[in-house]
């Protein structure tokens, strides 16, 4: 059974605190994603990967950084939480580029910043 | 940038009732694809159409693709409890997409 696992379902952090938020795949994907869902918002991407080492902004790259040194692992880095940052982080892979392909998704990690 | 936008926000049903979600995007695409996200969880892939496709089943469900009208409908037949959840849209281009607000649908017993 294909598989995406993120760390944490939920984590509590301070304001101004480093926060890494860890995704794995186990499909030998070549994509993989990291997106925030709020509500009215829907889903925003904020960076993603297409090969190791390699990283590309999305729609909303302010206030984070992503790491990719492994093909199946994809860091998502809170460089300083904020508040606004509360929200549900979800990470994805998929397959290839080109055309676009099915996306699977973790179960999310729901972020508070206090 | 968002691109699909879903219709309704938000949907009703009972049990054994068909629901109808509508899905409009902005630009040309190369796929356009369906998931369902169960209440916070993470998304799950129901379907893809191409854009050169006008329609496709799967099971329970019906999609539609119209370039034209730059719009999409997922049907979703005698429905049940446990379709409860919300429905996203999402358009494809280069292995990312871009996805709407959802439709959240209640499917009451």
């Known amino acids: 059974d294909v598989k995406v696992t993120q760390s944490s379902r939920y984590l509590v952090k301070r304001t101004g605190e480093k926060v890494f938020l860890e995704c794995v795949q186990d499909?030998?994907?070549?994509?993989m994603f990291w997106y925030r869902q709020d509500p009215g918002l829907g889903l925003r991407l904020i960076y993603f990967?297409?090969?190791?080492?390699?990283?590309e902004k999305g729609d909303i790259p302010e206030g984070y950084s992503v790491s990719r040194e492994k093909k199946e692992r994809f860091s998502l880095i809170l460089e300083s939480a904020s508040t606004n940052q509360t929200s549900m982080y979800l990470c994805?892979?998929?397959?290839?580029?080109?055309?676009?392909?099915?996306?699977?998704f973790g179960q999310g990690t729901r972020l508070t910043v206090v | 940038s968002q691109q699909g936008e879903e219709d309704p926000q938000a949907l009703s049903i009972q049990e054994g009732e068909n629901a109808t979600m509508n899905c409009s995007y902005k630009?040309?695409?190369?796929?356009l694809q369906w998931y369902r996200q169960n209440s916070g969880r993470g998304l799950v892939h129901l379907i893809l159409?191409?854009?050169?496709?006008r329609e496709k089943h799967s099971g329970r469900l019906r999609v539609t693709l119209d370039t034209s009208k730059k719009s999409s409908s997922l049907l979703i037949t005698a429905s049940r409890a446990a379709d409860t959840a919300s429905y996203f849209c999402?358009?494809?281009?280069?292995?990312?997409?871009?996805f709407g607000d959802g439709t959240t649908l209640t499917v009451k017993p």
């Open positions: 994805a892979s998929s397959a290839a580029r080109g055309l676009g392909t099915e996306a699977f």
């Open positions: 159409i191409r854009s050169n496709e």
């Open positions: 990967s297409y090969d190791v080492k390699m990283k």
């Open positions: 499909m030998d994907h070549e994509n």
């Open positions: 999402a358009t494809g281009s280069a292995g990312k997409s871009t």
């Open positions: 630009t040309s695409i190369n796929n």
